[in-house]
Each structure stands twice: as C-alpha cells, then as structure tokens.
C-alpha cells in the first residue's frame, strides 16, 4: 500500500448507529487531517493531529469522535449521526518538519451516507 | 478573513481554450498559495503552488498569476484537455507547525472535445 488508504470507501448508517472511519498513511508523515467535503461548500477542516497530539478542533459537534493512536492511523468514530452529517470525509497527511510546502496528500474518501 | 472566494462554480471549455479560475483572499497571513485538483472518486492532488513573492508561476500547461496588493490570484490551463476535466480547488495557508489550509469553494471544470 502506497499514500493514504481510507476505509471503508463507502458507508450507509442509520442515526442511531455507531461506526467508525479508518486513515492510514504510508509517507512517514506527522501530521494527519479529517476535512469534510459537502457539495458546493469549501473543503472544511475537523481535526488535526500533529505528532499525535490534537492541535486543532474547528468546532466539531461531539457526535464525530476522533483517535489518531500513532503518527500512521486516524479514526473518526461516529456516533447518533444527523443526515446533514452525509459528505465525502477525507482524510490527509502532511510532513511538518522542515520547509513547509503547504501540500497535503488525500486519501480517496469514505462517502458517508446517514439516512 | 479566513475566506477564500473562488470563481467560477463550473466552467465549460472548448478542447484547446484557455480556463481561469479566480480566487480573492483577504488576510495577509497566508503565505502561501496551492493549487488541487480533484478527479471524481478521488481525493485532491496538489497540482501547482505559488509564494506570494512571486508574481507568476508555470509548469506546462498550466500557470499561476499572483497579484499581491490586489489579494487575489488565478490559476490558467492552456490548451485545456478532455482529461483536464475535473474540479479544481484554490487555497491559502498559514505556515508554522502544521499546514492549515483554507479552501475556496470549488470549480467544476468540464472540457469538450
């Protein structure tokens, strides 16, 4: 596996339900991203996490739960989801150190419907 | 001011035309200025960025123009493909520690043959 694997790909759930979203990165990178992308929006950053510590929360509802175990994995465990919830959750990886290009490297996306 | 404004929602081209899509910011901490591209399924790939110490960038196809005082900057595809077609997205970043990256809204792009 090369770059940034998400699964599952594609995910239905109720409101009720509990699931969670899997990121792995294969880059060597420190720091990883959760962004959800909406139709017609601006890609919205939710959490990041630098050397496996949270530096940013950008004022995320509760109910989306993230975990980033070591520099490779992050979760975002979801819970009592609401539809407007449904969007493509991306996940990313950056390198940190050094100079800063500004790049980010995406997974291909979990599509997360809740109905 | 941490918006990024991007013009226009969708644009179509001819195969061989010129695409420019648009963005404006307006806080002058960002410093820098990337470009993604988007194909549907897949995640954004950075396609090419600029410093803003720099008025203009190019590789190939495709260019950056970068006007400082107007805080505002363009990306253009020559010669725009079929397999250009895809949504394109500007940003701004604030270096320091992490890349914090505030995106503009999009532009879908569709080339015809």
């Given at each position: 596996e090369t770059g940034v694997t998400q699964t599952p790909r594609h995910l239905v759930m109720g409101m009720t339900n509990k699931k969670s979203l899997k990121c792995e990165q294969h880059l060597g990178h420190n720091a990883m991203y959760w962004y959800k992308q909406s139709a017609k929006k601006p890609l919205e950053l939710m959490f990041v996490y630098n050397f496996k510590e949270q530096t940013e929360n950008n004022s995320v509802p509760s109910r989306f739960s993230p975990e980033c175990p070591n520099s490779s994995h992050l979760f975002l465990h979801l819970h009592t989801l609401q539809p407007e919830d449904s969007a493509l959750y991306l996940c990313a990886s950056s390198q940190t150190s050094g100079s800063n290009t500004g790049e980010l490297f995406f997974g291909e996306g979990s599509r997360l419907t809740v109905l | 001011q941490q918006q990024v404004k991007q013009s226009p929602q969708s644009l179509i081209v001819q195969k061989g035309g010129i695409s420019i899509i648009n963005c404006a910011y307006e806080n002058t901490a960002f410093d820098y200025f990337p470009w993604y591209q988007q194909f549907p399924?897949?995640?954004?790939?950075?396609?090419?960025?600029?410093?803003?110490?720099?008025?203009?960038?190019?590789?190939?196809?495709?260019?950056i123009s970068f006007n400082k005082s107007a805080k505002q900057f363009s990306l253009h595809i020559m010669d725009s493909q079929p397999g250009d077609?895809?949504?394109?997205?500007?940003?701004?970043?604030?270096?320091?520690g992490y890349n914090k990256l505030i995106f503009g809204a999009g532009t879908r792009l569709a080339v015809h043959p």
């Amino acid at each position: 596996e090369t770059g940034v694997t998400q699964t599952p790909r594609h995910l239905v759930m109720g409101m009720t339900n509990k699931k969670s979203l899997k990121c792995e990165q294969h880059l060597g990178h420190n720091a990883m991203y959760w962004y959800k992308q909406s139709a017609k929006k601006p890609l919205e950053l939710m959490f990041v996490y630098n050397f496996k510590e949270q530096t940013e929360n950008n004022s995320v509802p509760s109910r989306f739960s993230p975990e980033c175990p070591n520099s490779s994995h992050l979760f975002l465990h979801l819970h009592t989801l609401q539809p407007e919830d449904s969007a493509l959750y991306l996940c990313a990886s950056s390198q940190t150190s050094g100079s800063n290009t500004g790049e980010l490297f995406f997974g291909e996306g979990s599509r997360l419907t809740v109905l | 001011q941490q918006q990024v404004k991007q013009s226009p929602q969708s644009l179509i081209v001819q195969k061989g035309g010129i695409s420019i899509i648009n963005c404006a910011y307006e806080n002058t901490a960002f410093d820098y200025f990337p470009w993604y591209q988007q194909f549907p399924g897949k995640g954004p790939a950075l396609l090419i960025a600029i410093r803003p110490d720099v008025s203009e960038k190019k590789e190939g196809r495709f260019t950056i123009s970068f006007n400082k005082s107007a805080k505002q900057f363009s990306l253009h595809i020559m010669d725009s493909q079929p397999g250009d077609s895809a949504t394109y997205f500007c940003a701004a970043v604030i270096s320091g520690g992490y890349n914090k990256l505030i995106f503009g809204a999009g532009t879908r792009l569709a080339v015809h043959p």
